[in-house]
Structures are given as structure tokens and as C-alpha cells.
């Protein structure tokens, strides 16, 4: 298991709640620390305070 000071940060924006969920799930049960956001603007800049490892955003962009 990997230690909580160790753990990599993943930022997770998507303004759909339950996909947003199941991504945080996922990376959480994964073993990465996680910051969520419905989009850019509702993230606290304060949490930034450590470069996130990876940006998940909205991969639905166009879809109908």
C-alpha cells in the first residue's frame, strides 16, 4: 500500500456528478489522492497548493 505522503494527486474536473463520482472511485481505489471540481472556476485555489500528477477533465466535449 502506498503511503499517504507519497500518494500522487489526480485533479478531476467533469461537470456531470456521477461520471465525476465513478472518476474519483476509480483513482481513489487506484491509490491516488484526489481533488474534484465540477469545473475550473468552482476549484479552490488553495488545494492547488501541490501540482496535481495528472488532469482529468470533461472528455465529453461535443458529445450529444
Same mark, same amino acid.
Not at 491516488?32 to 472528455?59: K, Q, Y
Given at each position: ?15 456531470? &456528478? +456521477? ?26 485555489? &488553495?488545494?492547488? +497548493?501541490?501540482? &496535481? +500528477?495528472?488532469?482529468?477533465?470533461? +472528455? ?5
Amino acid at each position: 500500500m502506498t503511503s499517504a505522503a507519497s500518494r500522487q494527486l489526480v485533479l478531476v474536473v467533469e461537470d456531470e &456528478p +456521477l461520471l465525476r463520482m465513478e472518476a474519483v472511485e476509480m483513482i481513489r481505489e487506484s491509490g491516488f489522492d484526489v481533488i474534484e471540481a465540477f469545473d475550473i472556476s468552482s476549484l479552490a485555489m &488553495p488545494s492547488l +497548493l501541490t501540482v &496535481p +500528477l495528472v488532469i482529468r477533465s470533461n +472528455l465529453d466535449v461535443g458529445r450529444q
